[in-house]
């Protein structure tokens, strides 16, 4: 076959299937009750397991009596960190810092406690009240520590020092990237605006929690762990490294995942526990996370201090922009670590030749900081916008036209930003003008901010931003040491009955890519949609891939499923070829059969030439049995996303109270595979948005170093009632470099809430100089930054 037949059929359009909003695979069984999530495991004679963690933020364990433990009916195992030290590796970092020393770590803490929450003992028993009685009949004396919890005052001289057998101070590294001499173009800009911009911490709330159903059979050595997770293969890699087994005597399985966003990335503590109890036990061992150990021992997101300035001329135009921003990374490195994504995106979608920006990674005795929806996008998108309309301000200049003025256009792409970021293709000015347009911002801007009837002031906020979606390459992430690569891998098999299994590693958890992989599938192959069966997250089963984070799945996926589509398609049509005695150029494949174009009467059934294929029967000369293709697939860089946001405000400024009257978002994720799913995506990663720039933050008290707020009575994440109006907006400009030209999706809602309504916010309060420079933005910290600029103060909430 010719190179430029096989391009024009891996580019053969199906009618009806991609781009159109077919019901989900994924929804039949999961609206049904039928979803199959890791509690849902209740292997026969199976133990309960129970975790005893820290309750300083920092403290030497001085001593564990476990004897009152071991003695209870109903006890058949007790751990502590010494135990876990000799038996153990540690347990591995999967995205480490690029430059930064390695602090290894143990599913339990032996000496030394660096967070509240971190695992000291675990106890297996007949049930799971049984074990936690233990847990409380184990005495364990501790020496609190000195300890830190603000990101910054780690970082002062006089801090305690977190890990001092390893570092000196609690700087884990700092990550400087740099393009032309910014400072030197800040000493000459007409204009220069700064700020510090401080984001809480957060949790992602999954509504599963963790959760792991470990067994062990001996005999076989084979050890099978149910797992929650976004990444099945990597578990496995974790496991067997940790407990010293080669990988082919580990298993893992990933049901239904009832939600990830990040923080199922990856081995926990809890999950090798459960899987060393079950081989020293020879029984199955259960656990289920519990919300005060989810707000404890999950991994936390966002938090970080951005200090960023940008520089223009007279007539506006950036000439640089420069970042330093300080990230919290907890006690110890989790299994992805900080966000790096503030670094790669810190310019926006703006023409910006010199610019620097540098990471700095502070150690705190909180809980560790792992990968969250969003991963550092959202929190540098706060400090951009926010200094762009404070520069408008500053030169007379309307806000959506400074932002025209800057904003790249389509014939300067790709654009290679000064982190080194290549924008692949886009109409950035285009998601601007759309939202402008949906709020009438012209109308807004003649009526002025008011008060009005309602004695309330009215602000219009505007954001836009890129969002990395996908990775570069391998190398790319070789040269930061990850341990994971960029392409994603799948095996399609016929079946019988004339559908197509298709298998993948990567697990379910909400992101529609069962649905996404099937359309692909019937897209490039000519099946019908409902004869292909997705079978997802288990590693005996799939091929060795990545896993499901960093909007990757789809753009990497895509092209697995698109070549191995392929090369079965072109295989059953040379069976048919030989069968129906035609031109192989005449086949294609339509639904249920191989049909001849020039005369559809000469047709094939699919179950017919699979079964031909498998028993391999009546196949053409030198045509071997078998019908099935894996394919691996890396794409040749990353994919960039964007959009623009617009917000309306409505601000009570003698209380601080706001509404949001209008959220109007224009984004572009490429070409759509399915516009309802994409839809869901972007208006669930909204929500969490929201959340994060309104009501959601972890708090920790200065003094004791106690968690405040860990229960969901504490923690305010919003409800459906708590959430605004949304109106979304979509453009559609493929990707060059991607399969179909897709590009992710499942972020970028979480990116411009927060940017948005603080501008928003601003702009109605312009007349009392109110700044918004942290999230979450309340109507406290509102009212106090109104309070502050009445009484002469810089106008920013304290």
Not at 131 to 160: K, R
Not at 415 to 438: H, I, P, T, W
Not at 583 to 595: H, P, Q, R, T
Request: aromatic letters at 6%; hydrophobic letters at 40%; one cysteine or more.
């Amino acid at each position: 076959m010719s190179e430029s037949t096989t391009t024009e059929r891996t580019e053969r359009k199906a009618p009806g299937v991609l781009g159109s909003s077919v019901p989900r695979k994924e929804d039949n069984r999961l609206l049904q009750g039928d979803g199959r999530f890791t509690d849902d495991v209740e292997p026969a004679h199976s133990l309960h397991m129970a975790v005893g963690r820290c309750p300083f933020p920092h403290a030497r364990v001085e001593s564990i009596d476990v004897e009152p433990a071991v003695a209870m009916p109903g006890v058949h195992g007790v751990y502590t960190g010494a135990e876990i030290a000799a038996r153990t590796e540690p347990l591995s970092v999967l995205r480490p810092v690029p430059g930064a020393v390695n602090l290894p770590f143990y599913a339990l803490a032996a000496e030394v406690c660096v967070f509240e929450g971190q695992p000291v003992v675990s106890v297996v028993a007949d049930s799971r009240q049984i074990a936690e009685d233990a847990i409380e009949a184990i005495w364990i004396d501790y020496e609190p520590l000195d300890h830190v919890s603000d990101t910054l005052a780690a970082l002062e001289p006089d801090a305690p020092v977190l890990h001092p057998e390893q570092m000196e101070d609690n700087l884990l590294v700092a990550n400087p990237q740099e393009r032309g001499d910014a400072q030197e173009q800040l000493r000459n800009a007409a204009a220069v605006v700064e700020g510090t911009f401080r984001i809480g911490r957060v949790t992602a709330l999954p509504m599963e929690p963790r959760a792991v159903v470990a067994e062990w059979r001996p005999g076989a050595r084979e050890l099978t762990a149910h797992v929650s997770t976004q990444v099945p293969h990597l578990v496995r890699m974790q496991l067997a490294e940790s407990l010293r087994l080669s990988e082919g005597e580990v298993r893992v399985i990933t049901g239904d995942v009832g939600g990830g966003f990040g923080l199922k990335l990856g081995l926990y503590p809890e999950e090798l526990l459960a899987c060393l109890h079950a081989i020293d036990t020879r029984r199955p061992v259960k656990w289920t996370e519990d919300r005060i150990e989810h707000f404890r021992a999950s991994t936390h997101g966002r938090e970080s201090v951005h200090e960023y300035k940008i520089g223009a001329d007279a007539d506006g135009n950036f000439v640089a922009m420069t970042d330093r921003y300080t990230t919290d990374l907890g006690g110890q490195n989790s299994a992805f670590g900080s966000a790096q994504l503030s670094s790669i995106v810190f310019s926006g979608p703006y023409r910006v030749e010199d610019g620097e920006v540098e990471r700095r990674v502070a150690l705190t005795n909180k809980t560790p900081i792992g990968a969250y929806r969003g991963y550092g996008q959202p929190e540098v998108d706060l400090a951009r916008e926010s200094l762009v309309d404070r520069l408008a301000r500053k030169l007379g200049i309307d806000p959506l036209e400074l932002r025209m003025r800057n904003l790249l256009r389509e014939d300067e792409l790709p654009y290679r930003n000064a982190a080194g970021a290549v924008y692949d293709s886009g109409n950035y000015a285009e998601c601007l003008k759309m939202v402008a347009e949906a709020i009438d911002y012209e109308g807004l801007r003649a009526a002025g901010p008011g008060p009005g009837e309602d004695g309330r002031y009215r602000g219009i906020g505007l954001t836009s931003f890129v969002e990395r979606t996908g990775y570069a390459s391998a190398k790319f992430l070789a040269r930061r040491g990850s341990r994971f690569g960029a392409h994603e891998s799948v095996t399609l098999r016929a079946n019988r009955s004339g559908g197509i299994d298709l298998f993948t590693g990567v697990s379910t958890f909400g992101q529609s890519n069962e649905t996404a992989f099937a359309q692909i599938c019937a897209e490039v192959h000519g099946i019908d949609f409902d004869a292909i069966t997705v079978h997802a997250g288990d590693t005996l089963a799939t091929p060795l891939n990545t896993g499901a984070f960093a909007s990757r799945t789809l753009i990497a996926g895509a092209g697995a499923v698109r070549d191995a589509a392929v090369k079965l398609r072109d295989k059953t049509l040379r069976i048919a070829a030989e069968w129906l005695d035609v031109d192989l150029d005449e086949l294609e494949v339509a639904g249920d059969a191989v049909i001849s174009r020039r005369d559809p009467a000469k047709r094939a059934s699919l179950a017919d030439l699979h079964m031909a294929a498998i028993v391999g029967q009546g196949l053409p000369e030198g045509e071997e049995p078998g019908l099935e293709s894996t394919a691996h697939f890396e794409p040749e860089d990353a994919a960039y996303a964007y959009g623009s946001a617009a917000a309306v405000v409505a601000v009570d400024a003698e209380t601080g109270e706001f509404e949001i009257e209008r959220f109007v978002l224009a984004h572009d994720s490429g070409r759509i595979v399915n516009p309802a799913a994409v839809e869901g995506q972007v208006r669930g990663a909204l929500a969490q948005g929201f959340g994060a720039a309104l009501t959601e933050e972890l708090r920790y008290e200065a003094n004791s170093g106690q968690l405040v707020n860990g229960t969901m009575l504490d923690y305010f994440v919003p409800t459906a009632a708590d959430m605004p109006q949304v109106e979304l907006l979509h453009t559609e400009v493929p990707s060059p470099v991607t399969p179909f030209g897709v590009r992710g999706v499942g972020e970028t809602g979480t990116i411009p809430p927060g940017a948005a309504i603080a501008n928003a916010i601003c702009d109605a309060l312009a007349e009392f100089d109110v700044e918004i420079s942290s999230l979450p933005i309340t109507p406290e910290s509102v009212w106090r930054a109104i309070r502050q600029a009445g009484d002469g103060g810089d106008g920013r909430e304290g």
